[in-house]
Protein backbone atom coordinates (compact mmCIF):
# COMPACT_ATOMS: atom_id res chain seq x y z
CA UNK A 1 0.00 0.00 0.00
CA UNK A 2 1.50 3.58 -0.89
CA UNK A 3 2.35 5.34 1.50
CA UNK A 4 4.59 8.37 2.02
CA UNK A 5 8.69 7.48 3.36
CA UNK A 6 8.55 9.53 6.00
CA UNK A 7 6.05 7.09 7.40
CA UNK A 8 7.84 3.99 9.56
CA UNK A 9 5.77 0.92 7.92
CA UNK A 10 6.54 -2.52 9.35
CA UNK A 11 4.77 -5.79 8.51
CA UNK A 12 2.84 -7.86 10.52
CA UNK A 13 2.76 -11.21 9.17
CA UNK A 14 0.78 -14.22 10.13
CA UNK A 15 3.78 -15.57 11.66
CA UNK A 16 3.88 -13.13 14.59
CA UNK A 17 0.89 -15.09 15.91
CA UNK A 18 0.07 -18.15 17.80
CA UNK A 19 -1.95 -21.14 15.51
CA UNK A 20 -4.82 -21.09 15.77
CA UNK A 21 -5.26 -17.42 16.82
CA UNK A 22 -7.92 -17.24 19.11
CA UNK A 23 -9.47 -15.20 21.61
CA UNK A 24 -10.74 -15.69 25.44
CA UNK A 25 -14.02 -13.89 26.45
CA UNK A 26 -11.33 -12.23 29.07
CA UNK A 27 -9.42 -10.41 26.32
CA UNK A 28 -12.48 -7.78 25.58
CA UNK A 29 -14.02 -7.71 29.53
CA UNK A 30 -14.44 -3.93 30.36
CA UNK A 31 -14.36 -2.39 33.99
CA UNK A 32 -17.39 -0.74 32.71
CA UNK A 33 -19.81 -3.10 31.25
CA UNK A 34 -23.07 -0.86 31.28
CA UNK A 35 -24.93 -0.31 28.56
CA UNK A 36 -23.00 1.67 25.69
CA UNK A 37 -25.69 3.11 23.90
CA UNK A 38 -26.34 4.61 27.61
CA UNK A 39 -22.22 5.68 27.59
CA UNK A 40 -22.81 7.49 24.02
CA UNK A 41 -26.73 9.00 24.75
CA UNK A 42 -25.07 12.74 25.14
CA UNK A 43 -23.41 14.11 22.35
CA UNK A 44 -19.55 14.43 22.53
CA UNK A 45 -18.56 17.53 20.31
CA UNK A 46 -14.76 17.19 21.27
CA UNK A 47 -11.54 15.65 19.54
CA UNK A 48 -10.14 12.78 21.16
CA UNK A 49 -6.11 12.95 19.88
CA UNK A 50 -4.78 16.70 19.72
CA UNK A 51 -4.62 19.14 16.94
CA UNK A 52 -0.84 17.38 15.49
CA UNK A 53 -2.12 13.83 15.44
CA UNK A 54 -5.11 15.21 13.51
CA UNK A 55 -3.31 17.14 10.67
CA UNK A 56 -0.92 13.36 10.46
CA UNK A 57 -4.16 11.40 10.19
CA UNK A 58 -5.99 13.82 7.58
CA UNK A 59 -2.50 14.04 5.22
CA UNK A 60 -2.37 10.39 5.50
CA UNK A 61 -6.10 9.69 4.66
CA UNK A 62 -5.11 12.14 1.54
CA UNK A 63 -2.69 9.54 0.11
CA UNK A 64 -4.84 6.67 0.63
CA UNK A 65 -8.91 8.02 -0.04
CA UNK A 66 -9.41 9.14 -3.33
CA UNK A 67 -12.56 11.51 -4.77
CA UNK A 68 -13.97 8.20 -6.60
CA UNK A 69 -13.57 6.01 -3.81
CA UNK A 70 -16.90 4.38 -1.51
CA UNK A 71 -15.78 4.75 2.07
CA UNK A 72 -16.64 2.82 5.42
CA UNK A 73 -16.42 5.05 8.34
CA UNK A 74 -17.23 2.38 11.45
CA UNK A 75 -17.44 3.97 15.20
CA UNK A 76 -17.78 7.33 13.26
CA UNK A 77 -18.65 10.62 15.09
CA UNK A 78 -19.01 14.08 14.26
CA UNK A 79 -14.98 14.12 12.27
CA UNK A 80 -13.73 11.75 10.57
CA UNK A 81 -10.79 13.19 10.07
CA UNK A 82 -10.41 13.53 6.10
CA UNK A 83 -9.21 16.45 4.28
CA UNK A 84 -12.11 19.37 4.46
CA UNK A 85 -11.73 19.28 0.44
CA UNK A 86 -12.09 15.87 0.01
CA UNK A 87 -15.68 14.90 -1.22
CA UNK A 88 -16.18 11.30 -1.81
CA UNK A 89 -18.60 9.37 -4.48
CA UNK A 90 -20.55 8.24 -0.84
CA UNK A 91 -19.40 7.45 3.10
CA UNK A 92 -21.22 5.42 5.27
CA UNK A 93 -21.09 5.98 8.91
CA UNK A 94 -21.46 3.37 11.76
CA UNK A 95 -21.98 5.21 15.17
CA UNK A 96 -23.32 5.47 18.66
CA UNK A 97 -24.77 9.00 18.57
CA UNK A 98 -27.42 10.62 15.94
CA UNK A 99 -26.72 13.68 16.58
CA UNK A 100 -22.65 13.28 16.01
CA UNK A 101 -23.37 12.13 13.27
CA UNK A 102 -25.47 14.09 11.46
CA UNK A 103 -22.74 16.78 12.23
CA UNK A 104 -20.18 14.88 9.89
CA UNK A 105 -19.65 16.85 6.84
CA UNK A 106 -18.27 13.78 4.84
CA UNK A 107 -20.82 11.55 5.44
CA UNK A 108 -23.40 11.01 2.76
CA UNK A 109 -25.61 7.97 4.87
CA UNK A 110 -24.98 6.82 8.47
CA UNK A 111 -26.56 4.28 10.59
CA UNK A 112 -26.62 4.54 14.79
CA UNK A 113 -25.35 1.01 16.21
CA UNK A 114 -23.79 -0.31 18.60
CA UNK A 115 -21.40 -2.90 16.98
CA UNK A 116 -20.60 -4.51 20.30
CA UNK A 117 -24.39 -5.93 20.84
CA UNK A 118 -24.70 -6.18 16.93
CA UNK A 119 -21.50 -6.34 14.82
CA UNK A 120 -23.02 -6.85 11.25
CA UNK A 121 -23.09 -4.39 8.57
CA UNK A 122 -26.18 -5.43 6.90
CA UNK A 123 -27.35 -1.91 5.48
CA UNK A 124 -24.13 -2.20 3.33
CA UNK A 125 -23.62 -4.48 0.32
CA UNK A 126 -21.12 -7.16 -0.23
CA UNK A 127 -18.36 -6.05 -2.22
CA UNK A 128 -19.74 -1.97 -2.34
CA UNK A 129 -16.86 -0.15 -0.39
CA UNK A 130 -13.27 0.74 -2.05
CA UNK A 131 -11.83 1.94 1.80
CA UNK A 132 -13.03 1.35 5.29
CA UNK A 133 -11.44 3.70 8.06
CA UNK A 134 -11.95 3.41 12.04
CA UNK A 135 -10.62 6.37 14.15
CA UNK A 136 -8.98 5.81 17.61
CA UNK A 137 -12.41 3.46 18.12
CA UNK A 138 -10.84 0.12 17.58
CA UNK A 139 -9.67 -1.07 21.07
CA UNK A 140 -13.34 -0.53 21.94
CA UNK A 141 -14.64 -3.46 20.18
CA UNK A 142 -15.78 -6.59 21.99
CA UNK A 143 -16.33 -8.56 18.84
CA UNK A 144 -13.77 -7.04 17.08
CA UNK A 145 -13.25 -10.31 14.62
CA UNK A 146 -17.07 -10.34 13.74
CA UNK A 147 -16.75 -6.64 12.76
CA UNK A 148 -13.48 -7.57 10.73
CA UNK A 149 -15.55 -10.23 9.01
CA UNK A 150 -18.26 -7.66 8.19
CA UNK A 151 -15.53 -5.23 7.03
CA UNK A 152 -13.93 -8.04 4.74
CA UNK A 153 -17.55 -8.59 3.24
CA UNK A 154 -18.14 -5.23 2.40
CA UNK A 155 -14.95 -4.52 0.85
CA UNK A 156 -14.30 -5.16 -2.64
CA UNK A 157 -11.58 -7.48 -3.65
CA UNK A 158 -7.60 -5.53 -3.08
CA UNK A 159 -10.25 -3.19 -0.75
CA UNK A 160 -8.34 -1.34 2.31
CA UNK A 161 -9.02 -1.01 5.86
CA UNK A 162 -7.54 0.97 7.93
CA UNK A 163 -7.88 1.15 11.79
CA UNK A 164 -6.20 4.16 13.93
CA UNK A 165 -5.67 4.71 17.11
CA UNK A 166 -3.40 6.66 19.78
CA UNK A 167 -2.78 6.49 23.38
CA UNK A 168 -5.86 8.11 24.51
CA UNK A 169 -8.89 6.15 25.10
CA UNK A 170 -11.80 6.16 28.31
CA UNK A 171 -9.80 3.71 30.59
CA UNK A 172 -13.31 1.88 31.61
CA UNK A 173 -14.45 1.00 28.32
CA UNK A 174 -11.12 -0.29 26.72
CA UNK A 175 -11.59 -4.07 26.26
CA UNK A 176 -9.48 -6.43 28.35
CA UNK A 177 -5.64 -5.84 28.05
CA UNK A 178 -5.31 -2.81 26.37
CA UNK A 179 -4.78 -0.44 29.33
CA UNK A 180 -1.62 -3.26 29.80
CA UNK A 181 -0.35 -3.28 26.41
CA UNK A 182 2.52 -0.80 25.09
CA UNK A 183 1.67 0.56 21.80
CA UNK A 184 3.96 -1.59 20.46
CA UNK A 185 1.88 -4.35 21.82
CA UNK A 186 -1.01 -2.71 20.67
CA UNK A 187 -0.32 -2.28 16.70
CA UNK A 188 0.45 -6.31 17.63
CA UNK A 189 -3.20 -7.09 18.86
CA UNK A 190 -5.10 -5.16 16.31
CA UNK A 191 -3.56 -6.90 13.41
CA UNK A 192 -4.41 -10.38 14.85
CA UNK A 193 -7.88 -8.88 14.30
CA UNK A 194 -7.23 -9.00 10.21
CA UNK A 195 -5.83 -12.53 10.44
CA UNK A 196 -7.97 -14.11 12.83
CA UNK A 197 -10.99 -13.15 10.97
CA UNK A 198 -8.96 -14.50 7.88
CA UNK A 199 -8.89 -13.65 4.03
CA UNK A 200 -6.70 -10.59 4.18
CA UNK A 201 -3.23 -9.79 3.26
CA UNK A 202 -0.33 -6.62 3.60
CA UNK A 203 -0.87 -6.68 7.05
CA UNK A 204 0.98 -3.99 8.71
CA UNK A 205 1.60 -1.09 11.20
CA UNK A 206 1.88 2.24 10.17
CA UNK A 207 3.89 4.71 12.54
CA UNK A 208 2.50 8.10 11.44
CA UNK A 209 3.92 10.22 14.68
CA UNK A 210 5.78 9.14 17.54
CA UNK A 211 4.62 10.07 20.83
CA UNK A 212 7.03 13.79 21.85
CA UNK A 213 7.27 15.64 25.03
CA UNK A 214 6.16 14.58 28.35
CA UNK A 215 5.11 15.98 31.78
CA UNK A 216 7.48 18.80 31.68
CA UNK A 217 5.41 20.24 28.53
CA UNK A 218 5.61 19.93 24.72
CA UNK A 219 3.63 16.65 24.60
CA UNK A 220 1.99 15.53 21.54
CA UNK A 221 0.39 12.35 20.90
CA UNK A 222 1.27 9.57 19.28
CA UNK A 223 -0.57 8.16 15.98
CA UNK A 224 -0.82 4.78 14.79
CA UNK A 225 -2.72 2.96 11.75
CA UNK A 226 -2.73 -1.08 11.49
CA UNK A 227 -4.29 -1.87 8.35
CA UNK A 228 -4.43 -4.84 5.49
CA UNK A 229 -5.53 -5.36 2.01
CA UNK A 230 -8.77 -7.48 1.29
CA UNK A 231 -7.26 -10.80 -0.58
CA UNK A 232 -8.86 -10.37 -4.22
CA UNK A 233 -10.49 -13.49 -5.30
CA UNK A 234 -10.14 -14.39 -8.78
Sequence with gaps: MASPSRYTINALPRSLYATPLTYAPADF??????SDSEWYAHPRFVQHIDDPAIATLKSYYSTIIKPNHSV??????WVSHLPADLRLQSMI???MNRAELSKNPHL???FVKDLNVEPKLEEVKDES???VICNVSVDYLTKPVDVFNEMKRVLKGGGTAHMAFSN???PTKV???WMDMTDEERRKWVGGYFWASGGWQEVEEVILKEQKGGFLGGYQDPLYVVRARKTATK
Design 129 to 131: CDT
Design 72 to 77: LDICSS
Design 175 to 177: VGK
Design 93 to 95: GYG
Design 168 to 170: RCF
Design 108 to 110: TKF
Design 29 to 34: ARQDES
